[in-house]
Protein backbone atom coordinates (compact mmCIF):
# COMPACT_ATOMS: atom_id res chain seq x y z
CA UNK A 1 0.00 0.00 0.00
CA UNK A 2 1.21 3.09 -1.18
CA UNK A 3 1.21 6.54 1.14
CA UNK A 4 -1.12 9.16 -0.47
CA UNK A 5 1.34 11.74 1.57
CA UNK A 6 5.39 12.02 1.56
CA UNK A 7 6.67 11.50 4.80
CA UNK A 8 9.57 13.60 5.74
CA UNK A 9 12.78 12.28 6.76
CA UNK A 10 12.35 13.20 10.29
CA UNK A 11 8.65 11.73 10.13
CA UNK A 12 9.75 8.32 8.74
CA UNK A 13 13.40 8.44 11.31
CA UNK A 14 10.73 7.99 14.44
CA UNK A 15 8.53 5.39 12.71
CA UNK A 16 11.79 3.59 12.09
CA UNK A 17 13.14 4.37 15.36
CA UNK A 18 10.22 2.52 16.95
CA UNK A 19 10.20 -0.53 14.33
CA UNK A 20 13.63 -1.34 15.64
CA UNK A 21 12.97 -0.57 19.08
CA UNK A 22 10.31 -2.83 19.14
CA UNK A 23 12.39 -5.77 17.42
CA UNK A 24 16.38 -6.20 16.64
CA UNK A 25 16.06 -5.75 12.88
CA UNK A 26 18.44 -6.24 9.80
CA UNK A 27 19.80 -4.30 7.30
CA UNK A 28 17.62 -5.37 4.66
CA UNK A 29 14.25 -5.35 6.98
CA UNK A 30 14.86 -1.84 7.32
CA UNK A 31 15.15 -0.58 3.45
CA UNK A 32 12.00 -2.73 3.33
CA UNK A 33 10.17 -0.51 5.51
CA UNK A 34 11.72 2.61 4.30
CA UNK A 35 10.19 1.59 0.79
CA UNK A 36 6.60 0.63 2.37
CA UNK A 37 6.98 3.94 3.82
CA UNK A 38 7.57 5.92 0.77
CA UNK A 39 10.54 7.57 1.96
CA UNK A 40 12.75 8.94 -1.33
CA UNK A 41 15.74 6.56 -2.33
CA UNK A 42 18.14 9.30 -1.46
CA UNK A 43 16.75 9.74 1.60
CA UNK A 44 17.67 6.01 2.99
CA UNK A 45 21.34 6.47 3.53
CA UNK A 46 20.91 8.77 5.98
CA UNK A 47 18.19 7.24 8.13
CA UNK A 48 19.75 3.92 8.26
CA UNK A 49 23.25 5.80 9.17
CA UNK A 50 21.29 7.76 11.78
CA UNK A 51 19.01 4.36 13.12
CA UNK A 52 22.97 2.90 13.14
CA UNK A 53 24.98 5.50 15.28
CA UNK A 54 22.20 5.92 17.17
CA UNK A 55 22.28 1.83 17.84
CA UNK A 56 18.85 0.98 17.11
CA UNK A 57 20.01 -0.73 13.87
CA UNK A 58 22.64 -3.09 14.70
CA UNK A 59 23.22 -6.37 12.39
CA UNK A 60 25.51 -8.26 14.50
CA UNK A 61 23.36 -8.36 17.70
CA UNK A 62 20.64 -8.85 15.24
CA UNK A 63 22.11 -12.01 13.90
CA UNK A 64 22.87 -12.78 17.32
CA UNK A 65 19.54 -12.46 18.67
CA UNK A 66 18.05 -14.37 15.45
CA UNK A 67 20.44 -17.54 15.81
CA UNK A 68 19.68 -17.75 19.28
CA UNK A 69 15.87 -17.45 19.30
CA UNK A 70 15.43 -19.39 16.34
CA UNK A 71 17.35 -22.27 17.96
CA UNK A 72 16.02 -22.06 21.52
CA UNK A 73 12.54 -21.67 20.32
CA UNK A 74 11.91 -23.84 16.93
CA UNK A 75 14.88 -25.75 17.48
CA UNK A 76 16.60 -24.84 14.27
CA UNK A 77 20.21 -26.50 13.01
CA UNK A 78 23.05 -23.78 12.08
CA UNK A 79 22.27 -24.55 8.27
CA UNK A 80 19.03 -23.84 8.42
CA UNK A 81 20.04 -20.64 10.56
CA UNK A 82 22.41 -19.55 8.07
CA UNK A 83 20.33 -20.00 5.13
CA UNK A 84 17.76 -17.55 6.70
CA UNK A 85 20.07 -15.15 7.75
CA UNK A 86 21.75 -15.07 4.09
CA UNK A 87 18.00 -14.30 2.87
CA UNK A 88 18.07 -11.22 4.90
CA UNK A 89 21.66 -10.35 3.47
CA UNK A 90 23.52 -10.67 7.01
CA UNK A 91 26.98 -10.22 6.18
CA UNK A 92 29.07 -13.30 6.44
CA UNK A 93 31.03 -12.60 9.83
CA UNK A 94 27.86 -11.49 11.12
CA UNK A 95 26.64 -15.14 10.54
CA UNK A 96 29.86 -16.53 11.65
CA UNK A 97 29.33 -14.57 15.20
CA UNK A 98 25.52 -15.42 15.66
CA UNK A 99 26.68 -19.39 14.88
CA UNK A 100 29.14 -19.09 17.39
CA UNK A 101 26.73 -18.15 20.44
CA UNK A 102 25.63 -21.35 20.22
CA UNK A 103 26.29 -23.39 22.53
CA UNK A 104 28.06 -27.09 21.39
CA UNK A 105 26.41 -29.18 24.20
CA UNK A 106 23.02 -27.44 24.33
CA UNK A 107 23.60 -28.20 20.54
CA UNK A 108 23.72 -31.64 20.70
CA UNK A 109 21.42 -32.09 23.37
CA UNK A 110 18.69 -30.73 20.99
CA UNK A 111 19.45 -32.82 18.74
CA UNK A 112 19.72 -35.84 20.40
CA UNK A 113 15.87 -34.73 21.90
CA UNK A 114 14.72 -34.61 18.40
CA UNK A 115 16.28 -37.72 17.08
CA UNK A 116 14.42 -39.59 19.88
CA UNK A 117 11.17 -37.45 19.56
CA UNK A 118 10.39 -38.40 16.02
CA UNK A 119 12.08 -41.63 16.12
CA UNK A 120 9.60 -43.06 19.05
CA UNK A 121 6.56 -41.06 16.70
CA UNK A 122 6.84 -43.64 13.91
CA UNK A 123 6.41 -46.27 15.90
CA UNK A 124 4.42 -47.85 13.32
CA UNK A 125 6.73 -47.73 10.48
CA UNK A 126 9.40 -50.48 9.93
CA UNK A 127 13.04 -50.00 10.99
CA UNK A 128 14.27 -48.42 7.95
CA UNK A 129 11.49 -46.42 7.22
CA UNK A 130 11.60 -44.88 10.63
CA UNK A 131 15.49 -44.19 10.30
CA UNK A 132 14.94 -42.34 7.31
CA UNK A 133 12.26 -40.04 8.43
CA UNK A 134 13.78 -39.38 11.31
CA UNK A 135 17.01 -37.81 9.15
CA UNK A 136 14.95 -36.67 6.82
CA UNK A 137 13.46 -34.61 9.85
CA UNK A 138 16.22 -33.48 11.22
CA UNK A 139 17.51 -32.32 7.84
CA UNK A 140 14.53 -30.29 7.37
CA UNK A 141 15.46 -28.66 10.76
CA UNK A 142 18.50 -27.65 9.28
CA UNK A 143 21.08 -30.22 11.24
CA UNK A 144 24.34 -31.29 9.62
CA UNK A 145 24.49 -34.53 7.96
CA UNK A 146 27.19 -35.96 10.00
CA UNK A 147 25.87 -34.97 13.52
CA UNK A 148 22.32 -36.32 12.03
CA UNK A 149 23.71 -39.56 11.00
CA UNK A 150 25.78 -40.11 14.42
CA UNK A 151 23.11 -38.84 16.48
CA UNK A 152 20.23 -41.67 14.77
CA UNK A 153 22.57 -44.51 14.79
CA UNK A 154 23.00 -43.63 18.56
CA UNK A 155 19.52 -43.79 19.04
CA UNK A 156 19.27 -46.98 16.56
CA UNK A 157 22.13 -49.36 18.56
CA UNK A 158 24.09 -49.08 15.33
CA UNK A 159 27.57 -47.63 15.27
CA UNK A 160 28.20 -45.07 12.28
CA UNK A 161 29.24 -47.81 10.27
CA UNK A 162 25.75 -49.78 10.90
CA UNK A 163 27.94 -52.04 12.84
CA UNK A 164 26.29 -53.16 16.11
Avoid at 96 to 116: G, H, S
Wanted: proline letters at 1%.
Amino acid sequence: MAFSKYLTPEQALQKLKHYCAYQERCHYEVVQKLYDLGVRKAEHDTILATLIEENYLNEERFAIAYAGGHFRMKQWGRTRITYALKQKQVSPYCIKKALQQIDEADYEKTLRQLAEEKYRSLKKDQYLVRKKKTIDHLIYKGYEHDLVNKAVARLTGKGANGEE
